[in-house]
């Protein structure tokens, strides 16, 4: 039984590492985040619920929550959050939980903000997109692998 928790806890990672790998390195390429991503996460998502990383309730809590927050800032805003940043977010917050996906979503946008002003700074280039997944996976990942 021990060895059945340490293989879904490896396997949760390597999911969850992998999938955030496979959506920054997209995103910064073609701005364009695959389905499989998502997908990917909430696999990854299932697999540490059954290693007892995160219960049932706080990774649903996590993924509605947050993936719901950022629909509504979209909605609000024309030029908010992608859909497929949405997903992202969303699946990568039911691995997590509630309370570290709003930490990891806080250091993700906190980076891009800061990431956006040092450019506007040193380019002098205003309204161009920035890929938001490289963000969200550096910050997704520091919470994840801290636990």
């Known amino acids: 039984m021990q060895n059945l928790w340490l293989i879904n806890r490896y396997a949760s990672g390597v999911l969850f590492g992998g999938a955030l790998l496979l959506a920054a390195i997209l995103d910064a390429k073609t701005r364009e985040i695959p389905d499989v991503c998502p997908l990917m996460l909430l696999l990854s998502g299932l697999l540490g619920i059954l290693a007892g ?40 917050s039911f691995c997590l939980g509630i309370l570290s996906s709003a930490y ?42 801290q636990k």
């Open 53 to 92: 990383r995160v219960s049932v309730w706080d990774a649903l809590a996590g993924m509605l929550c947050t993936g719901l927050l950022c629909l509504f800032l979209t909605l609000w805003k024309e030029d908010g959050f992608g859909g497929g940043d949405i997903k992202l977010i969303g699946a990568a």
């Open 104 to 145: 990891a979503l806080v250091v993700s946008l906190t980076a891009a903000i800061l990431y956006v002003l040092l450019r506007m700074l040193w380019v002098k280039t205003k309204g161009q997109a920035v890929a938001l997944a490289p963000f969200l996976s550096a910050g997704y990942c520091l919470l994840y692998f």
